[in-house]
């Protein structure tokens, strides 16, 4: 199977029905390109920026910044990559950044709450990501963003920062594309109304469900509760991806999920627009999506919909797309 896997490395990702998608990987360093490289990824759906603060011994400067970007960028060439700005707090801390302590860290204060607080922190990850922006094909985006307040809020900085740069005389990229995550509930819920204002939609499933199903991610007692196939969790994620759609913005997943092999017929039959995994998923994904047939997908994820519970769904799918 690898073999017939590694065939497809310089390929398009097509279903059997020839509609394109896109098939990227997730990282977490510049390191990871190699990777990359080597698992004929479509782009970076994700490069999780908090990496480069938590391997460091005090916040980041703008010139660390841009050279790491700076190298992802160019190591990609004309692909795109899309990065997420600090996801600090939760389960993930700064020696050097003190948090306040916290009941509940996963509702508390971290990801863009931190970012719209300590806002000359998000300013330097700003600029580093403006002047690297030129060398490749940038797309941004917020993570744990819950309000459109908060959106509008980053995108209003994020603008600052850019004129800035333009008047001290900088160059920077005309087309960055700028987007949220949706990994809170409020968030999904008002999908359309987002839409109408990012260029991007990236749905963070291991959060979405977590926050969704009201079950910490890291709690082995409720982790019965982390269930992707779950209409409840499948019901959210065709919302979100049909209001998209109707305001012709772009669509894409970088949880767990987007690479799990029960769950990828049913977001291929939802027209979700990119996959974006761990890379050592990315051709088995590939591969798995070529012998899908969209029409039957989407009647498939009809039927997932209307089931009452996740392992009907998981059943389902093994019938009809795992069977001999
Ligand atoms: C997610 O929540 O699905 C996600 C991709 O972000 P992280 O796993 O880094 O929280
Ligand atoms: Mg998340």
């Given at each position: 199977?690898?073999?017939?896997?590694?065939?497809?490395?310089?390929e398009r990702?097509?279903?059997?029905d020839?509609?394109q998608?896109?098939?990227?990987s997730?990282?977490g360093?510049p390191?990871?390109l190699?990777?990359?490289?080597?698992s004929?990824?479509?782009?970076i759906g994700l490069?999780r920026?908090?990496?480069?603060?938590?391997?460091?011994?005090?916040?980041?400067?703008?010139?660390?910044?841009f050279q790491?970007y700076?190298?992802?960028?160019e190591g990609?060439?004309?692909?795109?990559?899309?990065?997420r700005?600090?996801d600090?707090?939760?389960?993930k801390?700064?020696?050097?950044?003190?948090?306040?302590?916290?009941?509940?860290p996963?509702?508390?204060?971290?990801?863009?709450r931190?970012s719209?607080?300590?806002?000359?922190?998000?300013?330097?990850?700003?600029?580093a990501?403006?002047r690297?922006?030129?060398?490749g094909?940038?797309w941004i985006?917020?993570?744990m963003i819950a309000t459109?307040?908060?959106?509008?809020a980053?995108?209003?900085?994020?603008?600052?920062?850019?004129a800035?740069?333009i008047?001290?005389?900088v160059a920077?990229?005309?087309?960055i594309?700028?987007?949220?995550?949706?990994?809170?509930p409020a968030?999904?819920?008002?999908?359309?109304?987002f839409?109408?204002e990012?260029?991007?939609?990236?749905?963070?499933?291991?959060d979405l469900i977590a926050?969704t199903?009201?079950?910490d991610?890291g709690n082995e007692?409720v982790?019965?509760?982390?269930q992707?196939y779950?209409?409840?969790?499948?019901?959210i994620i065709k919302?979100?991806i049909?209001?998209?759609h109707?305001?012709?913005k772009f669509v894409?997943?970088c949880?767990?999920m987007?690479?799990d092999?029960?769950?990828?017929?049913?977001?291929?039959?939802m027209?979700?627009?990119?996959?974006?995994?761990?890379?050592?998923?990315?051709l088995q994904?590939?591969?798995?999506?070529k012998?899908?047939?969209?029409?039957?997908?989407a009647?498939?994820?009809?039927?997932?919909l209307n089931?009452d519970?996740n392992?009907?769904?998981?059943?389902l799918?093994?019938?009809?797309v795992?069977?001999?």
């Amino acid at each position: 199977q690898k073999a017939e896997w590694a065939k497809l490395k310089n390929e398009r990702s097509v279903s059997a029905d020839g509609k394109q998608f896109i098939v990227g990987s997730n990282i977490g360093t510049p390191k990871d390109l190699t990777g990359v490289l080597e698992s004929g990824s479509e782009g970076i759906g994700l490069y999780r920026t908090e990496f480069l603060y938590m391997d460091s011994a005090e916040l980041p400067t703008e010139e660390d910044q841009f050279q790491a970007y700076k190298a992802v960028l160019e190591g990609m060439s004309d692909k795109p990559v899309t990065v997420r700005t600090m996801d600090i707090g939760g389960d993930k801390n700064l020696p050097y950044l003190p948090l306040p302590k916290e009941d509940n860290p996963f509702m508390g204060y971290r990801a863009i709450r931190i970012s719209l607080d300590r806002t000359d922190i998000f300013k330097t990850q700003l600029r580093a990501l403006l002047r690297a922006s030129v060398y490749g094909e940038l797309w941004i985006m917020f993570p744990m963003i819950a309000t459109i307040q908060e959106f509008r809020a980053a995108r209003d900085i994020f603008e600052a920062e850019k004129a800035k740069l333009i008047a001290e005389g900088v160059a920077v990229s005309d087309d960055i594309k700028l987007g949220i995550m949706i990994e809170i509930p409020a968030a999904a819920l008002l999908a359309d109304r987002f839409a109408q204002e990012v260029d991007f939609f990236s749905i963070g499933t291991n959060d979405l469900i977590a926050y969704t199903m009201a079950a910490d991610r890291g709690n082995e007692n409720v982790s019965y509760l982390y269930q992707p196939y779950n209409p409840s969790i499948l019901r959210i994620i065709k919302m979100v991806i049909d209001a998209a759609h109707k305001y012709g913005k772009f669509v894409a997943m970088c949880g767990e999920m987007a690479g799990d092999q029960i769950a990828v017929p049913i977001l291929v039959g939802m027209g979700l627009d990119e996959f974006s995994m761990s890379s050592t998923s990315v051709l088995q994904t590939r591969a798995l999506m070529k012998r899908l047939n969209t029409v039957q997908m989407a009647e498939l994820a009809g039927r997932a919909l209307n089931l009452d519970t996740n392992d009907e769904v998981k059943a389902l799918v093994e019938a009809e797309v795992y069977a001999n």
